[in-house]
Nanobody
Framework: EVQVVESGGGLVQAGGSLRLSCVAS????????VKWFRRIPGKDDKTVSW????????????????SYADSVKGRFTVSSDNDKKTVYLQLNNLRPEDTAEYYC?????????????????????WGQGTQVAVSS
């Protein structure tokens, strides 16, 4: 069974840190790039689409290419452990505006971190999300 599972979310004060994990199983991890998305908690989001969520960070586990949204650059760090089939997102210096549900998704196009999404390269697998709440 194919699974993508996020964990590590929680409640933290502004300026604090969290580390999110995305564990993949049931598919060839090295054949996919992985991107972190987020959406505001409580928002009506019944569909699974990257167009309805904010892209946060992206990594190609093989080549090592990474990218970050301007809003998190310098504060978040994405990394991977290929043996564990896990992608991590280190969230530092958290701000209240970082409050959201965070998702990881796997894309068959390994260059998605560099060139962005294309309609012919969909995200094949999505996790269930993990919630991050940052208080003032």
């Amino acid at each position: 069974e194919v699974q993508v599972v996020e964990s590590g979310g929680g409640l933290v004060q502004a300026g604090g840190s969290l580390r999110l994990s995305c564990v993949a199983s049931g598919f060839t991890f090295d054949d996919y790039a992985v991107k972190w998305f987020r959406r505001i908690p409580g928002k009506d989001d019944k569909t699974v689409s990257w167009k309805e969520r904010e892209g946060v960070s992206c990594i190609d586990p093989n080549y090592g290419t990474t990218s970050y949204a301007d809003s998190v650059k310098g504060r978040f760090t994405v990394s991977s452990d290929n043996d564990k089939k896990t992608v991590y997102l280190q969230l530092n210096n958290l701000r209240p505006e970082d409050t959201a549900e965070y998702y990881c998704a796997a894309n068959r196009c390994l260059d998605v971190c560099r060139v962005g999404e294309r309609d012919w390269c969909p995200y094949a697998y999505w996790g269930q999300g993990t919630q991050v709440a940052v208080s003032s």
